[in-house]
């Protein structure tokens, strides 16, 4: 069966980009065994202000330490970092952004959540999604899996027991379909996110929202549909980041013949302004991508 190894030469990427991808793919092992011994929360906070879970600092702390004694990349910006790492003895010019721990207050629970990866070429992370060589996530799920676009199509591997990732599914494509997922409370969505959401569940759509983004796309990818982390009374930017959430799953879901909006502009073209940019993010299959922009279009 084709391994992560086989599937990257074939694919054609270079030794440096398919060892980046093997390095923090096999990081999913010690992640997977942190977690009993990492259940609580930490007493830090990140820049948002948000909690940290032991094993949001955890991850961050393994992932980024493998990235920098790797040499393989130059700079480095982490969701629970405030500020860009520079790594000046690296021997190439790769460039990663990551969320480490996604999902990370569903650890309590059992419930499946994830590792997300972007990477660039030319040493800088300050670029448009659209620039990544690559994306990925890995999903601690009943399996763990890794969902990967070198930008030839989307491949879905299975981690086993050997550490070894084989493949699961070529040429994954995103299905039309009905499934919705959306953040925030319904009292402070936009009146344009309520108009959507509204006309789909009227036509049929069934909610699915765990509240973990990447478990909540992965369900998206396989039976079709639209997640949502809409604009919000308030906060207008809504929760999700451009750089970590929005720019490597909007790649692996364009690949898979999906989409990726903030209702009005594909996000995989947004310059983005500083790390730690939020977005209002719609992914999904093309059906609903495109009822989102008429929606948005409708009010402008
Ligand atoms: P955590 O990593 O703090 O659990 O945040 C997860 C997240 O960024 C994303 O994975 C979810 O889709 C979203 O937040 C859930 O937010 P709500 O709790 O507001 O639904």
Same mark, same amino acid.
């Given at each position: 069966?084709?391994?992560?190894?086989?599937y990257?030469?074939?694919?054609?990427?270079?030794?440096?980009?398919?060892?980046?991808?093997?390095?923090?793919?096999?990081?999913?092992?010690?992640?997977?065994?942190?977690?009993?011994?990492?259940?609580?929360?930490?007493?830090?906070?990140?820049v948002?202000?948000?909690?940290?879970?032991?094993?949001?600092?955890?991850a961050?702390?393994?992932?980024?330490?493998?990235?920098?004694?790797?040499?393989?990349?130059?700079? +480095?910006?982490?969701?629970?970092?405030?500020?860009?790492?520079?790594?000046?003895d690296?021997?190439?010019?790769? !460039?990663?952004?990551?969320?480490?721990?996604?999902?990370?207050?569903?650890?309590?629970?059992?419930?499946?959540?994830?590792?997300?990866?972007?990477?660039?070429?030319?040493?800088?992370? +300050?670029?448009p999604?659209?620039?990544?060589?690559? !994306?990925?996530?890995?999903?601690?799920?009943?399996?763990?899996?890794?969902?990967?676009?070198?930008?030839?199509?989307?491949?879905i591997?299975?981690?086993?027991?050997?550490?070894?990732?084989?493949?699961?599914?070529a040429?994954?494509?995103?299905?039309?379909?009905?499934?919705? &997922?959306?953040?925030?409370?319904?009292?402070?969505?936009?009146?344009?996110?309520?108009?959507?959401?509204?006309?789909?569940?009227?036509?049929?759509?069934?909610?699915?929202?765990?509240?973990?983004?990447?478990?909540d796309?992965?369900q998206?990818?396989?039976?079709? &549909?639209?997640?949502?982390? /809409?604009?919000?009374?308030?906060? /207008?930017?809504?929760?999700?980041?451009?750089?970590?959430?929005?720019?490597?799953?909007?790649f692996i879901?364009?690949?898979?013949?999906? !989409?990726?909006?903030? &209702?009005?502009?594909?996000l +995989?073209?947004?310059?983005?302004?500083?790390?730690?940019?939020?977005?209002?993010?719609?992914?999904?299959?093309?059906?609903?991508?495109?009822?989102?922009?008429?929606?948005?279009?409708?009010?402008?």
């Open positions: 069966m084709t391994t992560l190894h086989d990257l030469e074939s694919a054609g990427c270079d030794e440096g980009l398919t060892t980046l991808i093997e390095l923090i793919a096999l990081q999913a092992v010690p992640i997977r065994e942190a977690f009993i011994t990492h259940q609580s929360y930490a007493s830090t906070e990140n948002y202000g948000e909690q940290q879970a032991a094993m949001d600092t955890w961050d702390e393994r992932i980024t330490m493998v990235l920098e004694e790797s040499g393989l990349v130059r700079e +480095l910006s982490s969701e629970e970092q405030d500020e860009i790492r520079t790594f000046s690296a021997k190439y010019d790769y !460039a990663v952004v990551m969320d480490p721990m996604d999902g990370s207050s569903l650890i309590q629970t059992n419930l499946a959540v994830g590792t997300i990866v972007g990477i660039y070429d030319g040493g800088k992370v +300050l670029q999604g659209r620039h990544q060589v690559a !994306a990925l996530y890995m999903l601690y799920g009943p399996m763990t899996t890794l969902t990967i676009t070198v930008g030839k199509g989307v491949y591997f299975a981690l086993d027991h050997t550490g070894v990732y084989r493949l699961l599914e040429e994954v494509r995103m299905p039309e379909g009905n499934l919705y &997922g959306t953040g925030g409370a319904r009292p402070d969505w936009t009146d344009e996110h309520a108009e959507f959401i509204t006309e789909i569940e009227k036509e049929g759509a069934k909610l699915r929202y765990t509240g973990s983004y990447v478990a796309f992965h998206i990818l396989k039976y079709g &549909g639209i997640y949502c982390y /809409p604009a919000l009374k308030g906060k /207008p930017d809504g929760k999700l980041r451009l750089m970590y959430e929005a720019n490597p799953i909007g879901a364009e690949q898979a013949g999906g !989409a990726i909006t903030n &209702g009005r502009q594909n +995989l073209d947004v310059e983005p302004g500083t790390a730690h940019q939020r977005t209002p993010i719609y992914v999904g299959s093309m059906n609903m991508i495109g009822r989102v922009r008429e929606c948005f279009a409708r009010r402008e």
